[in-house]
């Protein structure tokens, strides 16, 4: 998997446990949803100052955006 598809996968997770849309997590951190959008689509790799911002949004460590998450097994 790479890394622009597990921070996606993050991003979206995250946002919809919190229960965000995503023009208010694009608020939070400071960017724009449709910066935002192509983050959660894979499309755009992200700056490190990006991570920081929506770690922050999202009341995480940055880490927790780009590890990935253990498949759940059936």
């Known amino acids: ?3 622009r ?3 996606a996968a993050n991003l979206r997770r995250l ?7 995503q023009d208010d997590l ?3 951190a400071k960017v724009s949803r449709s910066y935002l ?9 992200a700056s490190l ?6 770690a922050k949004a999202l009341s995480v ?3 927790e955006l780009i590890t990935p998450v ?4 059936r």
């Open 1 to 3: 998997m790479d890394l």
């Open 5 to 7: 598809d597990i921070l």
């Open 15 to 21: 946002r919809a446990e919190k229960g965000l849309a």
């Open 26 to 28: 694009a608020y939070e």
């Open 37 to 45: 959008s192509q983050l959660e689509k894979g499309a755009f790799y």
């Open 49 to 54: 100052r990006i991570l920081e911002k929506l």
């Open 61 to 63: 460590e940055p880490y």
């Open 70 to 73: 253990p498949r759940k097994r």
